[in-house]
Nanobody, 115 residues
């Protein structure tokens, strides 16, 4: 099993920055994929950024150029650097990781962008 714990959320003004962290523990050696998802009010959960074991990175169009996903080499911590934040970036951000045949979610961290 893998346990995930997010941190770094909070209240920020539009145009500001936040850095989210996701601490992974447990069977992290088997992780082959990690991602950040976001659930905004009234919307479905969506993936905003992902990184594979081979460091292939993808971003949703809505955050491309503003957000940067990274992780440490040991796969124990996943980061999301969020710059130029917009009101529509408000939501609960979830860390996700997968091992062969299973996926794990963190509890989420709230990000609120104010005008």
């Amino acid at each position: 099993q893998v346990q995930l714990e997010e941190s770094g959320g909070g209240l920020v003004q539009a145009g500001g920055s936040l850095r989210l962290s996701c601490a992974a523990s447990g069977s992290i050696a088997n992780i082959d994929f990690m991602a950040w998802y976001r659930q905004s009010p009234g919307k479905q959960r969506e993936m905003v950024a992902s990184i594979t074991i081979g460091d292939r990175i993808n971003y949703s169009d809505s955050v491309k150029g503003r957000f940067t996903i990274s992780r440490d080499g040991a796969k124990s911590t996943l980061f999301l650097q969020m710059n130029s934040l917009k009101l529509e970036d408000t939501g609960v951000y979830y860390c996700y990781s997968s091992v062969p045949r299973w996926g794990y979610w963190g509890q989420g961290t709230q990000v609120t962008v104010s005008s």
